[in-house]
T-cell receptor, first 110, second 114 residues
C-alpha cells in the first residue's frame, strides 16, 4: 500500500535557527497536509496544499507541494521555543484515503 | 468551544473490561475517524465513517468496534480491553463535500489498560 517517509525522525536545533523537514513517497498524492502536535493534545492543521507546485505560508511556516506530487516539505524560519512538538505530514492519495507520516519531533535548545 | 470533543480525556481500566470512547463534533462534517497513536508509530487508522450508519475498517480494526448513530457522534468501543491497547486515541472529522479530506482532530483520550 501507499507509504509516506517523513524525515528526519527528530531534530535538535538552537533557538533562532531555521528548520526543514520533508515527506516523500513512491505514490502520487492530490493533497498534502502538515500538522503540529503539542504534548497531550491532538494534531492541529498548519498548512494544506492542494495543487502541485503550490507554495503556501502561515506566519513563519512555509510548505510546498512537490511538482512530482510525490513529496512535500515544511520549513520553519527563526525557530522559537513554542515550535517544539511533533510535526506530521499527511497525503491524500488518488484513492481519496489520507495516510500519515510517522512524525518529526522538534527539540529546541536554549 | 472546541469543534471536536472527546470524552473521557483519560481512562485507566483493567484487562477484560468493556470501554467506550466518545467523540462529538459541531463542525457539521460528514466524515469521522478514529486513530490510535503509539510512540514512534505515528497515527494508525482504526475505523472511519463517511455518513450515519456507514462504517469502514481501517488499518488496525481488530479488537475494536464503532457506532455512528448520528452525524455529530462517533463512538469507539473496546469489547474486552487488553494491555497492548494502551495508547492515545484521537477522533478526527472532515468535510468531503469541500472536495478534500482535510482532517481536524480532537484533543485525544489517553487510555491505560492494566
Amino acid at each position: 500500500g501507499q507509504q509516506l517517509n517523513q524525515s528526519p525522525q527528530s531534530m535538535f536545533i538552537q533557538e533562532g535557527e531555521d528548520v526543514s523537514m520533508n515527506c516523500t513517497s513512491s505514490s502520487i498524492f492530490n493533497t498534502w497536509l502538515w500538522y503540529k502536535q503539542d504534548p497531550g493534545e491532538g494534531p492541529v492543521l498548519l498548512i494544506a496544499l492542494y495543487k502541485a507546485g503550490e507554495l503556501t505560508s502561515n506566519g513563519r511556516l512555509t510548505a510546498q507541494f512537490g511538482i512530482t506530487r510525490k513529496d512535500s516539505f515544511l520549513n520553519i524560519s527563526a525557530s522559537i521555543p513554542s515550535d517544539v512538538g511533533i510535526y506530521f505530514c499527511a497525503g491524500q492519495g488518488i484513492d481519496d484515503k489520507i495516510i500519515f507520516g510517522k512524525g518529526t519531533r522538534l527539540h529546541i535548545l536554549p | 468551544d472546541a469543534d471536536v470533543t472527546q470524552t473521557p480525556r483519560n481512562r485507566i481500566t483493567k484487562t477484560g473490561k468493556r470501554i467506550m470512547l466518545e467523540c462529538s463534533q459541531t463542525k457539521g462534517h460528514d466524515r469521522m475517524y478514529w486513530y490510535r497513536q503509539d510512540p514512534g508509530l505515528g497515527l494508525r487508522l482504526i475505523y472511519y465513517s463517511f455518513d450515519v450508519k456507514d462504517i469502514n475498517k481501517g488499518e488496525i480494526s481488530d479488537g475494536y468496534s464503532v457506532s455512528r448513530q448520528a452525524q455529530a457522534k462517533f463512538s469507539l468501543s473496546l469489547e474486552s480491553a487488553i494491555p497492548n491497547q494502551t495508547a492515545l486515541y484521537f477522533c478526527a472529522t472532515s468535510d468531503f463535500r469541500t472536495g478534500t479530506d482535510t482532517q481536524y482532530f480532537g484533543p485525544g483520550t489517553r487510555l491505560t489498560v492494566l
